[in-house]
């Protein structure tokens, strides 16, 4: 059973930065991705990164996160700069262990593996 534990999350003031980590249990994943979630609002994609490299980021994201994953034996990270406010969220690592041409990675209904999330708080 796949599993994967983040870490990294905390409280931080507006313009600073936090790198999350997702370790993993196995290695080949079809992509791995960032998820967040406020309360009341639906989880929705941050970044995303395929097998292939690829990287997919949120508009709102952009030029502020970087996801990465070095080799398949190295956890998923997201590095965080200059956060918002609005950037206060659970935030979620996802794994989808089934093969499957490139999709849209930052919809998580292609994800099937979740971790438990790490909580990022952002004061003004």
């Known amino acids: 059973q796949v599993q994967l534990v983040e870490s990294g999350g905390g409280s931080v003031q507006a313009g600073g930065s936090l790198r999350l980590s997702c370790a993993a249990s196995?290695?080949?994943?079809?992509?791995m991705g960032w998820f967040r979630q406020a309360p009341g609002k639906e989880r929705e994609g941050v970044a995303a990164?395929?097998?292939?490299?690829?990287?997919n980021y949120a508009d709102s994201v952009k030029g502020r996160f970087i996801i990465s994953r070095d080799n398949p034996e190295n956890p998923l990270y997201l590095q965080m700069n200059s956060l918002r406010p609005e950037d206060t969220a659970m935030y979620y690592c996802?794994?989808?262990?089934?093969?499957?041409?490139?999709?849209?990675?930052?919809?998580?209904?292609?994800?099937?593996?979740w971790g438990q999330g790490t909580q990022v708080t952002v004061s003004s």
């Open positions: 996802a794994a989808r262990t089934t093969w499957a041409r490139r999709r849209d990675w930052l919809s998580r209904f292609e994800y099937n593996a």
């Open positions: 196995q290695y080949a994943y079809t992509a």
């Open positions: 990164i395929g097998s292939d490299g690829s990287r």
